[in-house]
């Protein structure tokens, strides 16, 4: 893993390369059996190099402490190592340049099951028309690997109506994770 994150490091395959701070590489074990794959680092992560360390990377240690979860025992990354300007959806060629990157993780990583955080991470993991709206919280198996979507946390921080949702969503991980054998 430190020898891809050091090629990661160096990369400049998209024009995200020039406006970044830091790469946004990943954090946690490995090997890790469930890992969590958000879009794109926003402004504090850049400015830390580190996934999901502001608001929303507080309320999602919040939910992962509910089912007994934690950057100790899962691994987080993003689709695109580098900050999209104004934190913008990341562009399909941007996802391009970086999701080898990420696919080489997550062979390392061998997770018995990923979660999407967002639309962005659904759409390209799971399925292109992903709605997330309609189907957070279901699982789709691929390879052996158990995929599924929550609503992003930044997404719950602007409409917390979602928040309900949101929790239903970490029972059903929850116990896919006890019926595996995860926790």
């Given at each position: 893993m430190?020898?891809?994150?050091q090629?990661?490091?160096?990369?400049?395959?998209?024009?995200?390369?020039?406006?970044?701070?830091?790469v946004?590489?990943?954090?946690?074990?490995?090997?890790?059996?469930?890992?969590?794959?958000?879009?794109?680092?926003?402004?504090?992560?850049?400015l830390?190099?580190?996934?999901f360390v502001?608001?929303?990377g507080?309320?999602?240690d919040?939910?992962?402490?509910?089912?007994?979860?934690?950057?100790?025992n899962?691994?987080?990354?993003?689709?695109?190592?580098?900050r999209?300007?104004?934190?913008?959806?990341?562009?399909?060629?941007?996802?391009?340049?970086?999701?080898g990157?990420?696919?080489?993780?997550?062979?390392i990583?061998?997770?018995?099951?990923?979660?999407?955080?967002?639309?962005?991470?659904?759409?390209?993991?799971?399925?292109?028309e992903?709605?997330?709206?309609?189907?957070?919280?279901?699982?789709?198996?691929?390879?052996?690997?158990?995929?599924?979507?929550?609503?992003?946390?930044s997404?719950?921080l602007?409409?917390?109506?979602k928040?309900?949702?949101?929790f239903?969503?970490?029972?059903?991980?929850?116990?896919?994770?006890?019926?595996?054998?995860?926790?």
């Amino acid at each position: 893993m430190d020898k891809l994150k050091q090629r990661c490091l160096s990369c400049h395959a998209c024009p995200l390369a020039s406006t970044r701070t830091n790469v946004v590489f990943g954090v946690g074990p490995v090997p890790s059996s469930i890992v969590f794959v958000g879009e794109g680092p926003g402004q504090n992560e850049d400015l830390q190099g580190e996934p999901f360390v502001g608001a929303a990377g507080q309320l999602l240690d919040d939910m992962l402490s509910i089912i007994d979860l934690s950057r100790k025992n899962c691994y987080i990354a993003n689709i695109v190592k580098c900050r999209p300007p104004h934190n913008r959806d990341p562009l399909p060629e941007e996802q391009d340049a970086c999701i080898g990157y990420l696919n080489e993780q997550l062979a390392i990583l061998q997770p018995k099951i990923i979660v999407c955080l967002g639309r962005i991470a659904a759409q390209r993991l799971i399925h292109p028309e992903f709605r997330i709206t309609r189907e957070h919280g279901s699982w789709t198996e691929k390879d052996g690997i158990y995929y599924t979507a929550f609503y992003h946390p930044s997404a719950l921080l602007r409409d917390v109506s979602k928040r309900p949702d949101a929790f239903a969503d970490l029972l059903i991980l929850r116990n896919k994770a006890l019926e595996l054998k995860l926790i």
